[in-house]
């Protein structure tokens, strides 16, 4: 039997959130699934949505995200739920066929990237293929992004995952300027405890001040923005 038979498929076990805020699509990922994956099928139509679910959801294991859906910040949004989730597989689904963001996207931590123009079928195998530990790309779109240099943003998304979940939210503050104060007044912590994490912050994402963190991080949200516009 082979892994990409529908009866090998059928006998994989995973808990999984479809994250798109289109019903139809929702509906037909959801069917398709359901022939791969013998459980429940939560659903999310927003990036919000989807955060509430997990924190309710704890023995959740697969996640199929779309960049564009509302709340979502495109390649930020990924890395948020990496930091936030390290153990949960990330596939993206998305409209984007754009080699760059494909490469931007498995170098941030994404399992597979599947486009939606492609087959059920292929989701399916695609399913499969990160539930049995390893990544998927689609077969004719491997030799160019294989092809392509190394992304810069490869080095930036391994140290980014070195984050805590709360450290990473200090990031995303420090990305829009607040000061150590406000930022303990969005979070409910004491201020010298921001200072502990924006410390520890510059060591693992090894730059020299909050400045340079700020900006990297806008970098890659500036990434994502282009990405949401481009899936449209």
Not at 17 to 23: M, S, V
């Amino acid at each position: 039997m082979t892994p990409s038979s529908p009866q090998f498929m059928q006998e994989t076990m995973a808990r999984a959130i479809i994250a798109d805020d289109h019903p139809l699509f929702r509906a037909a990922l959801k069917q398709a699934l359901q022939q791969t994956l013998s459980t429940d099928i939560k659903e999310a139509a927003s990036f919000e949505q989807l955060l509430e679910l997990l924190q309710h959801e704890p023995h959740i294991e697969l996640v199929l995200l779309d960049l564009s859906m509302p709340g979502n910040k495109g390649l930020a949004g990924l890395t948020s739920l990496r930091s936030r989730y390290p153990d949960i597989l990330v596939v993206i689904v998305s409209a984007n066929e754009q080699v760059s963001v494909i490469q931007q996207a498995m170098a941030y931590g994404a399992s597979a990237y599947i486009p939606k123009s492609m087959p059920l079928a292929e989701l399916q195998r695609a399913v499969h293929v990160v539930l049995a530990g390893d990544t998927w790309l689609p077969e004719h779109l491997l030799d160019t992004i294989n092809q392509l240099p190394a992304n810069p943003a490869q080095a930036f998304a391994s140290r980014l995952e070195q984050l805590t979940p709360q450290q990473y939210r200090v990031l995303e503050c420090l990305a829009d300027g607040l000061l150590n104060k406000q930022i303990a007044y969005e979070l409910n912590v004491q201020e010298t405890t921001i200072k502990q994490h924006v410390s520890a912050i510059l060591r693992k994402l090894d730059v020299l001040n909050r400045t340079q963190a700020g900006v990297l991080f806008k970098q890659m949200l500036s990434a994502g923005n282009e990405t949401n516009a481009a899936d449209v």
